[in-house]
């Protein structure tokens, strides 16, 4: 394990990133959800960054729109993160290598929180592992690619949790799961998917309306079938 891989003690994280922290480390690959990597060990591994951060408007995350013309994932708001290649040596240097090339973000601004339990796409074939990080020396991010990345946002935790931006997502498939409009963005699938539950982890989760509902726009429907995202 090298250094950037080694978690970051829990008394070094401010208070309100610490129920997260405990919950994280605690949390077992069924409480994720409900798609566990196949056992025979295929599909495609890959990592996400979940960073978090103290910014101007309180606690938030750091999310990536992706380029609207890309062949996957199109349109997409999305974590940083992709495949991990041969040379990562694990699956947090897969994560943090992936975040400075799309967005820049320097990796020793970024304190490993926990890897959490690896997540199957039956859609995509990718095995996700999500890396919960602490953003501690924040600087100014952008798209690296815009090829890629179309945006980069930070997205409050207080805007997240607002119950007028939570709703449920009907794809055309009829597939319903949870959404956000939060930032400026529209965010479905596998990345509301973990919003949701690391909401409920960390303790920010307000009560919402479950009954509302939105259609899944085209423009960021990424012209895939539904996904297997976290319940």
């Known amino acids: 394990m090298t ?3 080694r978690p970051t003690d829990l008394g070094a994280l401010p208070e309100w990133l610490r129920p ?7 949390i077992q690959p069924g409480d994720l959800s ?7 060990g295929s599909g495609r591994a890959s990592a996400v960054l979940i960073v978090l951060t103290e910014a101007a408007d309180g606690p938030s995350v750091l999310l990536i729109q992706r380029a609207a013309d890309m062949r996957a994932h199109a349109g997409q708001v999305a974590f940083p993160g ?6 990562d040596p694990t699956h947090v240097s897969a994560a943090l ?4 090339e799309e967005v820049g973000l320097d990796p020793a601004s970024v304190h490993v ?3 959490l339990p690896a997540i199957f796409l039956p859609p995509s074939g990718f095995v996700v592992t999500p890396v919960l990080a602490w953003w501690t020396d924040i600087h100014p991010v952008t798209a690296v690619d815009p090829a890629e ?3 980069v946002a930070l997205v409050s935790i207080a805007d997240l949790s607002d119950p007028e931006k939570r709703f449920q997502v009907v794809h055309p498939s009829g597939w319903i799961g949870p959404g956000f409009a939060a930032g400026g963005l529209f965010i479905w699938g596998f990345t ?6 690391l909401l409920v982890l960390g303790g920010w989760a307000v009560p919402w309306d479950h009954t509302r509902q939105r259609a899944l726009p085209e423009s960021v429907s990424g012209g895939l079938p539904p996904p297997a995202a976290p319940r």
Request: net charge negative; glycine share 6%.
């Open 20 to 26: 997260l922290a405990v919950a994280a480390r605690a």
């Open 113 to 115: 929180i926990a890897e």
């Open 82 to 87: 992709g495949a991990v290649d041969p040379d």
């Open 192 to 197: 509301a998917g973990l919003l949701d539950r």
């Open 97 to 100: 290598r992936e975040a400075e």
């Open 149 to 151: 990345v179309a945006a």
């Open 34 to 40: 409900q798609f566990l990597p196949p056992e025979d």
């Open 3 to 5: 250094d950037s891989d």
